[in-house]
């Protein structure tokens, strides 16, 4: 019996252990990444050549299944994270980086006109698809003619970023046209000035696909359901064909999707090492982690920021993901039901900016792994520019807080964290906004913490703008000013503020629309600094931290290469044995 | 019999229509939107959302679109999930079989122990022996099946590498999905990669199966205990039988009857999903989906799925009906 006893104190102790690690749900993907770039320019191999050694079958882990087999048809990071294995676009990123372009089927960077219409793409030559037909100007055409003529309906509102990035489809789309003067040239000609479309064409949306394949594989059927292209239930080589350094496979929804290394790559010094890479779907952060653990996978695209500590006790390395790509706020809405909130006061403002901690909660909740922001959005976007912003201090917050003569009752606030969710800049939702509650109470407030289900309803009653002081953040879709504060947060809809913020600043919102049609980088660089400018002035949100998303992988892994927007390319990647 | 088994599929009729209209109007009062915020996620805008509700028919009335389910429904059509596009019917056919294939495995072990221990307590009750397995069958219950599913994982994975922590089958074997049953697709493939399968299904089968398997326990030990108290079998130790016969002939065939109940509706409820234990060990099974598509406000998946499971479940109580009849002669339906 004390045998018996003693096993089970021994389990009791295991299963503390096993729990300690975090069973909340992994966090839900990173913003969807860029198109691949491994190109001749793209040499950022963490580990010499030289020792290298070829072959071998990767497992990783994503932290969800891949939706459809056709990047122009998805939105999601783990769709994308793999399909930019395959799918190659004109332009990517350089690996490891977040903004930094660089020509992958093209050329060089287009040249582009005066008057910021016409953007000419010189293609490089010699490259074919996976199916052995030819990538060349007519594709690129075959290519952009079929995102930008998607029929209203369900392929329209899966193409997402198309409709995002062109402000839509067919006539109201922003492309006035996609030309092949010759075999070599593509021309794309704009209808208005569009500042951030060589970084938005680094999504991996924009990869090229071969127009034999999609033809044959009636690519463009609808409704999706028998659409065996997207669905991805054709044989090898017919489906998800691009030009990257792997082929994609196989799909077994929920269970498994591999691709094997393309022996025909048309950049051999950077072709694939690993002979195929299988990607496995494990939603749970502690499924995950002792996934690792046992060597079940070799890496994992995300764990929790909660079990960093643990998983490099382990053995496991954190992946190097570099600047980061995200930034956690927490949101003051001026407005809320057409009534003004305490943080129309920008005294107010002022002293929860100045109340609120961050380097205690970067310290407490991010494993090292984040920062805190010296502005709006994080410093290594295209257009950031660095702001004075209200250092932390409780007496200072407290006498700004007296000069707002807001007193009574109406220092007794609400303030809004989701639940069931994890975010890649918000590891622990409920413990960064007690902190925050907890700074707050220091100067005077009485802060009742409420929450919602992240998926019933915390995302459109905060952006609705049924919330007055709430935590909110951002993961990049491109690394551009325009992606973080004109999408995400500050751009006006209809003519009016977002009601997420009730930030009424229609300068701002006119520098915003002036930047997105600028016809020069200097020119739309110099106006989102303005914008910036007037956030530092009003102080509509307070920055909390800029996080570096963890990933893991084990000892036999090398070569990887990570960024912090989720573009991150398998072919440099190896397995000792 | 073939009279009751036709009235027994008559009732499941309107069982499941209602279940089917309560179900339609429950999803819908979730909060937080519809498919398209799930769809959209952050990038959700008005416009988006109005586009992606019209485009997926949820902007008709709630009748219209009802009886448009219900009229795919009478043809075989269970729809198409709004997040992924994927015909239900299509993921439906891959994640059962490893849903079918962990309830045998749960079974086997919850089975294969449960009432060779409940027959053990009973056959010496209140001493030490009933002791242990009282301990082992609250042991059973109480745990959570999460916290004994981490826990097996950690100790047999992560520190003694004996078995495998996630997912049906090593990813790295080259075994086609053709069933997707993984023992048998590991068969076809040759190699002895059923090895492997099995080991897969060992952990996982532990953490679902523990409770059935304290459950089987207790029936078992209170159904022998009543047996042996009855009189008939009194009558057949005093006739002389031995031990081993009159247990066998005269005490289990009798006390098989309530535990072959709790089995089957054990058996209903496992292949309804076994919602942790898939989410613990990443099973490609229906009840992690279950659990996503309701996230996801996927509500074609979802009614579809509980509909099914309900006749699952039904199907299943009807066959343990039947299984009595043939377990005990003296048992008619009519």
Redesign the interface.
Known sequence: ?RK?LGS?LV?AV??A???SSS?TPSP?PTAPPPTSAVTSQATAVATPASTAVEGG?M?YALNGDM??ADPSLV?DGNSLFVEAQVVQGLLGLQPGTISTVIPVLAAALPTVSADGLTYTFTLRTGINFQDGTPFNADAVVYNYNRWQNYP???L???A?YYG?VFGGFGTASNVASVTAPDEQTVVITLKTPQSNFELASTLAVFGIQSPTALKAGNADTT???S?KY??GELPQGQDMVGTGPFIFKEW?????ITIVKNPNYWDAANAALLNQV?F?????S??TL??L?????DAAFSISPLDVKTAQS?GLTIIDRGSSCNQLNLDMNQSVGGKATIYANKNVRLAVSEAVNKQSYVDAFYSGLGKVPTGFMPPATTGFKAETLPAYSVSQAKADLAASSVTGSALNIDLYYPS?VVRPYMPDPKGIATAIANDLTAIGFTVNLKT??W??????DA?SGKFALYLFG?TCDWAGADNFLYT?WFGW?GGKPNPQFGWNNATANQDMLQALQATTPDAANALWGQVQDLLAQDLPVVPIVNSQPPGAYTSKVHGYVGASNGIEYLNTVWLSQ | MARFIVRRLLVAIPVLFGLSVILFLFLRL????GPA??????????Q?VA??TA?EGLDKPLYVQYLNYVGRLLHGDFG??F?????VAA?FL??FPATVELTIGALIFAVGLGIPLGRLAARHPNS?IDG?VT?ISL?GIS?PV???G??L???F??EL?WL?????L???LPIN?VT?FAIIDAILAGHWYVIDAVAHLILPSIALGTIPLAVFTRITRASVIEVSNEDYVRTARAKGLTDRRVNDRHIMRNAWLPVTTVIGLETGALLAGAVLTE????W?GVG??VV?SI???DYIVVQSLILIFATIFLTVNLIVDVGYAFLNPRIRYS
Not at chain 1, 455 to 460: P, R
Request: hydrophobic share 40%; charged share 10%.
């Open positions: 019996m018996k089970l389990i295991f299963a252990a096993a729990c069973a839900a079958n497992v939706v459809l939105s209203p309906g369900d329209q509102t899966n997402y995002a409704p999706i359901s659409n997207a669905q077994v929804p929920g269970d498994h299988t496995k779907p494990i939603g749970d502690t499924a002792q996934a653990q046992s060597n079940g996978v382990s069931n919602e289900d998926h019933g309803g915390y995302v459109s952006t951002w995400a809809s | 979730l909060p937080g939107g915020e799930a769809i959209l996620g952050q990038h959700a805008t008005p988006l586009q992606i485009t198409a999930s997040i992924d596009g994927r015909e993921t891959i994640k030490w242990i301990v042991f745990i999460f916290v004994l981490y826990t994982a950690f100790i994975g992560v590498h495998p922590t996630f997912g049906q090593d990813p790295r999905p997707h989410t613990v060990f990443s490609n992690s989906w996503s996230q996801n406000h």
